[in-house]
């Protein structure tokens, strides 16, 4: 990495019951860490931080209209910062047609529903004080169909006709994943369009959608002063031979990535990337395109081991994730705002198998994101509507999220699910996140530490080694509904040597000493004679 550099080290003890079998007390969860400026050990500044992704529409609503909006965040900060969260991803915020957003008719306000220029450079400005970065979306792939460009390229002779693809008469072509690609226009001609007629695909071989690409950018970090950007479907935005991934997208985010860096090289991009990770890689660990990209096959990985209690995918996974982002620069995340709640993907022990989703997502390297109301929870299937339904507070009618009529009915079990029924409560799911964000927070192994992933003879188990400057943790889950007994673990290869002594950081459990083997891993490592359904352990060794 980069020059390393000394720091101090918080240690704490937290004692509150992050395993399903046990219930203990928690004392008091000792104030988080702020991470520092530089970031930690070297590293840039996003590996100290937790990510969090709010639909503005969705999560609080300051005014009674049934629409969230920016006060409506500002007032829940406090929230977050509690929470342990030190960096919030916005949905879209500009003004669109549609309730998501993701149809953009003016890149340079915001969208009126959600409140003025003045109440996002507001909440920006309480964020900051609360050591909370805000990146937002930006939709570059294409437009709303109802965005002045688009409506001005429709006219004879308009210079906004090359910023979108046009053909005389339809190509019949589909577009990257199968889909129709081609509309008709009221001009008589065909536009290219991939994810429906709405969305007209912005023409990056025109210089000047390219050089407007950037004016946004600069607008939005240098004017307004956000921290960076969230890219969305960015796989798609230019085409040669290719409909994706092409060399023509990676070639305007080498110029794109350099124009923004010179601006404000501390600036945080991730990209959507939906694909494996082989795919992703080529999009960042450069200083040119961008600093991150979401980790689908994470996601994945998760809910399919522990549907069916089998750990191989979830750790080739890791292992894989290990080789794929030397740097630990890829954005891990449970679901996100286009996929089926995880509530919804697990077939049984829905609580049980999030906390443990959750205990690989803060454990594992890489930059964590949680969803809204994940944290809760909360539940929706497709359509995508029910997937961004309001935030639930509380038991009271409208769930807290708003006195008046909410955009999208609120789901039906908020009196039983929501935030002020699970804070305080040792065992809840809230309490659960609460307690390993926090612990991330104080940890620099968490952040940074290198991984190295062990075997086990039980496919019910999943361990692994993170090893910072300072100190080292292994991370010890049972993703099986039963109690293990008879498993052990071994590391062909690792960073220890010598004896260490084993403390675990979420209760009182004891561990034996564990003896490093001559390639600076383990044999045959015994922790404890039972291991108990979805638990999770986080233990610190010490020579």
Not at 38 to 64: A, L, Q
Not at 235 to 251: F, G, I, P, W
Not at 347 to 370: C, E, W, Y
Request: aromatic fraction near 12%.
């Amino acid at each position: 990495m980069k020059n390393k550099f000394l720091y101090l080290i918080l240690l704490v003890a937290i004692l509150a019951a992050c395993t399903t079998p046990a219930t203990q007390a928690p004392t008091e969860i000792p104030p988080t860490a702020t991470p520092e400026p530089e970031g930690t050990e070297g590293f840039p500044w996003w590996n100290d931080v937790v990510f969090y992704e709010i639909f503005v529409r969705s999560f609080n609503d300051s005014d009674g209209d049934g629409i969230g909006d920016f006060n409506g965040i500002t007032a829940k900060l406090d929230y977050l910062q509690d929470l342990g969260i030190r960096g919030i991803w916005l949905m879209p915020i500009n003004p669109s047609p549609s309730y998501h957003g993701y149809d953009v008719t003016d890149y340079y306000a915001v969208n009126p529903q959600y409140g003025t220029m003045d109440d996002f450079k507001n909440l920006l400005a309480e964020a900051h004080k609360r050591d909370i970065k805000i990146i937002i979306d930006l939709v570059l792939n294409h437009t709303s169909s109802k965005n002045p460009w688009f409506q001005k390229a429709l006219e004879p002779g308009s210079e906004y006709y090359d910023w979108y693809k046009w053909s005389d008469s339809d190509p019949n072509t589909q577009g990257p994943w199968g889909s129709q690609a081609w509309y008709k226009a009221s001009n008589g001609k065909y536009y290219y369009a991939i994810f429906w007629e709405g969305m007209p695909d912005l023409n990056y071989d025109t210089p000047a959608v390219r050089e407007e690409a950037k004016k946004i950018t600069a607008f939005w970090l240098q004017d307004v002063g956000i921290d960076g950007f969230r890219l969305d479907a960015i796989r798609y935005l230019a085409e040669d031979t290719q409909l994706q991934d092409s060399k023509a997208t990676h070639a305007f985010l080498d110029e794109w990535g350099t124009y923004y860096r010179e601006i404000n090289p501390q600036a945080f991009t991730v990209g959507e990337v939906w694909t494996d990770n082989n795919n992703v890689k080529p999009y960042i660990n450069t200083n040119t395109e961008l600093t991150s990209a979401f980790n689908f096959d994470l996601a994945f990985a998760l809910v399919k081991s522990l549907n069916e209690s089998n750990n191989s995918t979830l750790r080739f996974t890791l292992q894989t994730t290990v080789r794929d982002f030397p740097e630990m620069d890829n954005s891990n995340f449970i679901t996100n705002h286009d996929m089926p709640r995880i509530m919804n993907q697990f077939g049984a022990d829905q609580i049980d198998r999030n906390k443990v989703a959750a205990s690989v997502l803060m454990t594992a390297p890489g930059i964590p994101f949680i969803y809204y109301g994940e944290e809760i929870g909360m539940s929706g299937p497709k359509p995508d509507e029910l997937i961004r339904t309001p935030m639930q507070w509380t038991s009271e009618k409208g769930a807290g999220f708003t006195t008046g009529t909410p955009w999208e009915p609120v789901n039906s079990d908020y009196p039983i699910v929501n935030v002020a029924a699970q804070e305080g409560k040792p065992d809840s799911l809230f309490e659960h996140y609460r307690t390993l964000i926090q612990l991330r927070n104080a940890h620099p192994a968490l952040r940074v530490g290198k991984t190295y992933v062990a075997e086990s003879n039980s496919k019910k188990v999943v361990a692994y080694i993170r090893a910072s400057e300072s100190e080292t943790l292994l991370i010890l889950i049972n993703i099986d509904d039963k109690p293990i007994t008879d498993f052990n673990l071994d590391l062909s290869v690792g960073p220890l040597s010598g004896e260490y002594t084993l403390t675990s950081l979420l209760d009182e459990t004891a561990f034996p000493n564990l003896p490093a083997n001559t390639k600076g891993g383990f044999d045959n490592y015994i922790p404890m004679a039972e291991l108990p359904p979805y638990s999770t352990y986080i233990i610190q060794l010490t020579k």
